[in-house]
């Protein structure tokens, strides 16, 4: 090979739908347009991507962040001091965000991807799960394409498939729900998608899913179910275990993730910064919106 910068850094696939380690590269250092350019194809094609042992400062994954677009705050959870884009991802009472979902999905332009950072890891469990949203599509069989296609989903933060799995009276939990809900937010988006750079149909559900358009809850449920395991099924997933310094960087547009409560009481905390998405597009041309 005669680009010598070519062979600094590689990929390894880490499972067969999605996941790939990327190898020779310090986040900690200024990557090249070469470098960055080479992030953002593997993330297309890969869906989500790992580099290892990292050790970024809040400065450093500001900077990372920027390879992948305009970082962004949380709509309702504010930045720890010192930090403008931080959003904490700190287990309470061994638990993090053990149900699945695409990150803040219920405002219309939901982030385009998610770099996540580990700083506390617990001495076992406490990895991170993602799934395919494409493939899941792609795996429908035809009638429930047809369903798909045509469907909308209202995404809600005022949702209650995580937080029930809590104790609500421990007053820390019932904070933070408090603090997640301060402005309600709801947004009609298409179930499916199409991606805006790789053209590929993606599912969009996840757990701030409250309904579907035209369909009574209960019936409306059961067919999210029916969709959501395609995307949940083990084969169509992929799972990290995290070590201290890790970087993870999703396409938050073609997946959706899990974090299993499998820690026990074990302290877990990594940091997150999103940035900017586009507003979903349907098949059929029509974009998603504040409902
Ligand atoms: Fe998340």
Known sequence: MTNTTAVQ???????????????????????????????????????????????????QHEILSRVFGEPIRHPTIPAPDGTDFIFDVKSRHGRSTDSWHTDVT??????????????????????TIWANTATAYDDLPEPLKALADTAWAIHSNDYDTNFHKHDARK?????????????????????????PETGERTLVLGHFVVGLRGIPTRQANRIVEILQDYVTQIDNTV????????????????????????????????RRITVEGDIPVSIDGRQSRPF
């Open 106 to 127: 219920f405002v219309p332009n939901y982030p385009k991807a998610s770099i996540l950072r580990a700083v506390q890891i617990p001495p076992y469990g406490g990895g």
């Open 239 to 270: 799972i990290w275990r995290w070590q201290p310094g890790d970087v993870a960087i999703w396409d938050n547009r073609a997946t959706q993730h899990y974090a299993p409560a499998d820690f026990d009481e074990e302290g877990r905390h990594l």
């Open 9 to 59: 850094f590689g990929l390894e696939k880490v499972g067969a739908r999605l996941g790939a380690v990327i190898h020779g590269m310090d986040a900690r250092q200024s990557l090249d347009a070469e470098q960055q350019s080479f992030l953002r194809d593997a993330l297309l094609r890969h869906k989500v991507i790992f580099l290892r042992h990292q050790h970024l400062d809040d400065a």
């Open 171 to 195: 007053e820390e939990i019932a904070d933070f729900r408090a603090a997640f809900v301060s402005t309600i937010y709801r947004t009609e988006h298409p179930v499916v998608r199409v991606h």
